[in-house]
């Protein structure tokens, strides 16, 4: 297994705990972005993108993908992988090893977010307390990229660009990402982002209209782990409901 948790104790607690806590994507071509249906019901979502770890005036050492939970009921992560193609490349989505992140077997809270860390180096400041670490990670460009959520860990077989993803590839999207220049993307690509800046999704996490465009803003990277506060949603309409207190837990604490 390519992946492995960052070890905090009460990992386990945190799953458990979140069976008790209580708290997707689509198509048009402008400017030569194809865009595919995607899973337009899925509790899931990539919630925020940081691409430019350890870069010139980077405030983090590590590029970031932070999942989110915006339904009501708590969301396994086991089976899925996050995968990243170049924004107009021939490579495809999960194609090797450092194109790839396996997820765990855990359980995620509602309205809880799953910091996953990717590539970086030694400049900027270490993320706090990412929920996983993957030992070939994915170095994704500073400003354009392609990054989708999906339900198995095998490659899609496609980008989406320059080798359209099958119907098959496409439903097993739960999420996905264009930005910058991407030619693959929900709707629109979002914003390019800058190595001081992310993107993240609007409504902290709940907005989710499939056109990524509209639904992330670039602004400064704020990781959020599971461990973070959280973001109740309404499921209906998609709009940012509450928030809610940090989890307090021992898992929130590494060695």
Same mark, same amino acid.
Request: charged letters at 15%; proline letters at 7%.
């Given at each position: 297994?390519?992946?492995?948790?960052?070890?905090?104790?009460?990992?386990?607690?945190?799953?458990?705990?979140?069976?008790?806590?209580?708290?997707?994507?689509?198509?048009?071509?402008?400017?030569?972005?194809?865009?595919?249906?995607?899973?337009?019901?899925?509790?899931?979502?990539?919630?925020?993108?940081?691409?430019?770890?350890?870069?010139?005036?980077?405030?983090?050492?590590?590029?970031?993908?932070?999942?989110?939970?915006?339904?009501?009921?708590?969301?396994?992560?086991?089976?899925?992988?996050?995968?990243?193609?170049?924004?107009?490349?021939?490579?495809?989505?999960?194609?090797?090893?450092?194109?790839?992140?396996?997820?765990?077997?855990?359980?995620?809270?509602?309205?809880?977010?799953? $910091?996953?860390?990717?590539?970086?180096?030694?400049?900027?400041?270490?993320?706090?307390?990412?929920?996983?670490?993957?030992?070939?990670?994915?170095?994704?460009?500073?400003?354009?990229?392609?990054?989708?959520?999906?339900?198995?860990?095998?490659?899609?077989?496609?980008?989406?660009?320059?080798?359209?993803?099958?119907?098959?590839?496409?439903?097993?999207?739960?999420? $996905?990402?264009?930005?910058?220049?991407?030619?693959?993307?929900?709707?629109?690509?979002?914003?390019?982002?800058?190595?001081?800046?992310?993107?993240?999704?609007?409504?902290?996490?709940?907005?989710?209209?499939?056109?990524?465009?509209?639904?992330?803003?670039?602004?400064?990277?704020?990781?959020?782990?599971?461990?973070?506060?959280?973001?109740?949603?309404?499921?209906?309409?998609?709009?940012?409901?509450?928030?809610?207190?940090?989890?307090?837990?021992?898992?929130?604490?590494?060695?």
């Amino acid at each position: 297994m390519r992946s492995r948790i960052m070890l905090r104790p009460g990992a386990t607690l945190l799953a458990l705990a979140a069976l008790a806590l209580g708290c997707a994507e689509r198509s048009s071509e402008p400017d030569g972005v194809i865009a595919q249906a995607i899973d337009p019901d899925a509790a899931l979502v990539i919630r925020q993108i940081y691409a430019a770890g350890a870069e010139p005036g980077a405030p983090f050492s590590h590029d970031f993908i932070e999942i989110f939970n915006r339904r009501s009921a708590p969301v396994s992560l086991v089976g899925l992988s996050l995968q990243y193609a170049s924004a107009r490349g021939g490579g495809h989505f999960g194609a090797t090893a450092a194109l790839i992140t396996e997820l765990p077997d855990v359980v995620l809270a509602p309205g809880r977010s799953f $910091l996953v860390q990717e590539a970086g180096g030694s400049a900027g400041a270490p993320l706090a307390a990412p929920d996983w670490i993957d030992d070939t990670p994915i170095a994704m460009s500073a400003t354009a990229g392609k990054v989708a959520l999906v339900r198995h860990a095998t490659a899609l077989g496609c980008n989406g660009g320059s080798v359209p993803c099958s119907p098959e590839a496409t439903a097993s999207i739960v999420d $996905l990402v264009g930005y910058g220049n991407a030619d693959h993307a929900e709707t629109a690509p979002a914003a390019a982002p800058a190595n001081t800046a992310g993107i993240l999704r609007a409504l902290d996490g709940c907005a989710d209209t499939d056109d990524n465009a509209a639904d992330f803003r670039v602004t400064a990277a704020a990781p959020r782990d599971s461990a973070s506060g959280g973001t109740r949603c309404n499921g209906a309409s998609g709009e940012r409901v509450s928030s809610f207190a940090a989890a307090t837990h021992p898992s929130r604490q590494r060695r």
